[in-house]
């Protein structure tokens, strides 16, 4: 069976490397923050060409740390797409404030710009866009917007670490960046983490003060804070994969260009990457309308697949309160009723990718005989 993800894999290539960074976490005994997360920090936040970075518990606390620090509160609107992870609208109703939704260009699966200015309103604070499946939103024209209508730019970044548009990497463009450190995503850590990166010191101040209990000193509460600290332990082991995230996420370009090739010609829609970003491929989700066929024939095949994300979140039972119904957002409820993600990890042999490519190829064959 072909996994559609592989982390087992991966810690056996730095597990040396992994383990002393543990034991040096056991040895020092910073177990919240401390040195290894601090430098973490600093390492990552440079990473992404920023430069503040605060580490948190998750990528959903950096959301809702980042959209605290923009001030969003009740009665605030926030600009988002349906077509993403549920944590993204989660963090706008733990602020209190209430998501608006955009529909997403069917193309990239990321925000449509040319829908934002309809949506804006009088209470409109802030923009999200999700860099899905690890290629970055159209960012230039969502700046454009944001900037004439004073709003805040959060990037959701969770899929997206080293992503680029236009040689601007993830977490340099907007107001504030939010990733996460899942121990799925690009780089992910041994349990739960996420960053904030910024390049504004006063955000900085905020978040830093809010993930700890609302304090700069102990004892101290300025503000009403949280206990989203990010552990020593997953600073530690970060800061060894973050030396190795560049390597990685060239394994997994050259798995999508040899996807790319394996199904050129298949008549299977594969992603499109625009020519100006690089597309960083925490997905690798191809499209058909036979979606649950051609999952179980892959299954049948030995090849695992994902889909993210079989409910957009306007039509998700949990958020049936803010009012919108099917057929609003038609690019998002297409794509979340056919995206079939394919195995994705660095660590994908050549004799993996030619395996579900032939899969694939086998199964678009047999279902476009049958519609004959
Ligand atoms: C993973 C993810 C999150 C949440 O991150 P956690 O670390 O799991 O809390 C938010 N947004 C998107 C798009 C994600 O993929």
New binding site residues.
């Given amino acids: 069976m072909i996994p559609f993800v592989d982390l087992k894999a991966q810690y056996l290539g730095i597990k040396s490397e992994v383990d002393a960074a543990i034991q040096r976490t056991l040895d020092n005994t910073s177990f919240i923050l401390g040195p290894d997360v601090s430098a973490f920090e600093e390492e990552f936040a440079a990473y992404c060409g920023n430069k503040h970075g605060i580490g948190v518990n ?6 809702h740390l980042a959209m605290l620090a923009a001030g969003i509160g009740p009665g605030d609107e926030v600009i988002t797409v349906p077509f ?2 549920v ?2 609208v989660a ?1 706008v109703h733990y602020c209190g404030a209430k998501t608006v939704f955009v529909d997403i260009d069917p193309r990239t699966f990321t925000m449509d710009p040319t829908k934002l200015e309809a949506a804006i309103t009088p209470r409109t604070k802030a923009i999200v866009p ?3 499946y690890g290629q970055m939103a159209d960012m230039d024209p969502i700046m454009e917007v944001a900037r004439r209508h004073k709003l805040v730019v959060i990037e ?1 970044a ?2 997206a670490h080293g992503a680029e548009y236009k040689g601007r990497r993830a977490g340099s463009i907007g107001d504030l960046a ?1 990733f ?3 121990p799925g ?1 690009n780089l992910g850590a041994y349990g ?3 960053m904030v990166v910024t390049g504004n010191p006063e955000y900085t101040r905020t978040v830093r003060m809010l993930r700890d209990w609302g304090a700069e000193k102990k004892y101290q509460h300025v503000l009403k804070g949280f206990n989203f600290r990010l552990e020593g332990m997953q600073g530690a082991i970060l800061r060894v994969k973050l030396k190795y995230l560049e390597k990685w996420t060239e394994a997994r370009c050259a798995a999508a260009t040899r996807y790319d090739q394996g199904l050129a010609s298949s008549g299977v829609p594969t992603p499109a990457a625009l020519a100006h970003n690089r597309h960083v491929y ?1 997905v690798y989700a191809i499209r058909t309308q036979q979606r649950a066929a051609w999952q179980d024939a892959l299954q049948a095949k030995g090849v695992s697949s994902g889909i ?1 994300y079989p409910i957009p979140v306007h039509l998700l039972p949990a958020y049936a309160d803010l009012g919108y119904t099917a057929g609003q957002f038609p690019h998002s409820e297409r794509a979340a009723n056919e995206v079939l993600s394919l195995p994705m990890f660095p660590e994908l042999t050549v004799e993996q990718t030619d395996t579900v490519c032939g899969a694939v190829r086998a199964i678009a064959a047999a279902s476009l005989q049958a519609a004959a």
Wanted: proline content about 0%.
């Fill in positions: 998750t990528g959903t606390s950096a959301l993403t992870f944590a993204t963090a999700v860099h899905l959701d969770a899929q939010c996460s450190f899942y995503k739960e983490g996420g925490h993210h």
